[in-house]
């Protein structure tokens, strides 16, 4: 029987093809998943497994080829693509990244940044809306993990994203993980940033593992590297604990995209997730008020 729909309790995790089958075959108890259509749409066995999946869990569809950063415009042959895999699911929840990724037609493996200016502002707010409309659902918009910003961005990238909030009325998927590697990368305090999120817009959280790797460009320092290669660090568990606080409990993720372990760990870290949200609800006083 199909599910209504229902926005899950509790952190579920990224599903990747190397659990597939595992999680069709025993439909272990986790709250939901979240799968990359990207991942599916090119192999009809995954397809399938993914279909037979569905009617047992709420979904969330992350999108990691939609590029709606892209000046040359949305490809809407690959939104008709995922439109088919959305319908066909019924996800509770449709995203993509706050980035760009195609450029003239060709794919580029990363999510590459944008400048936070007015040009940008109104480029993204055509594309949302033009994605919104060619998938029938709302896409939320997550941050995205930086390295390095433009000269030419008139806005933070937390003014930017409430900006683009008030033009549009989309909402955010709030990557924990990416607010806490970025603050490091690119000097500023993540508590701040979170507080200056909209938290009325937040629909989803993501966690997920990074690796400090050597800043050729600032010898003696390190940058930390989105991966999604290991177990979220324990830093990024304090801010998960402000970030609950601060918007509510909301479905969680946990994304793991590389050096993919046995499912077990990533229950694991989605256990982690909940003991965190609860310890996190249960406390009376938020950070910020104590700082
Ligand atoms: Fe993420």
Known sequence: MRLNRRMPDGAGVGLRLP???????????????????????????????LLELAPHYPLSVHTVGISIGSVGGIDRAHV???????????????????????????????????????ETLQLLTRHLEEVQEGLGRPYLVENPSSYLGFGSSTMTEVQFLGELVRRTGCQLLCDVSNVFLSGHNMGYDPYRYLDGLPAGAIAELH??????????ATPGADLLVDTHATVVAEPVWDLYAYAVRRFGPKPTIIEWDNDIPPFATLRGQAARADQVAAGAAATERPRAAAR
Do not use: C, M, Q
């Not at 999680?23 to 497994?49: C, G, K, Q, Y």
């Not at 966690?207 to 050729?216: M, R, V, W, Y």
């Open 207 to 216: 966690l997920g593992g990074f690796t400090p790797e050597a800043d050729e």
């Open 19 to 49: 659990h597939l089958a595992e999680v069709v075959a025993t439909r272990p108890s986790i709250p939901w998943f979240e799968i990359h259509p990207e991942n599916v749409l090119a192999n009809p066995h995954a397809t399938e497994l």
């Open 80 to 118: 008709k693509r995922v439109r088919a895999l959305v319908d066909a699911v019924d996800p509770v929840l449709v995203s993509g990244h706050l980035a760009w990724s195609t450029h003239e037609g060709a794919y580029l493996n990363d999510l590459l940044p944008l400048p936070y200016d007015e």
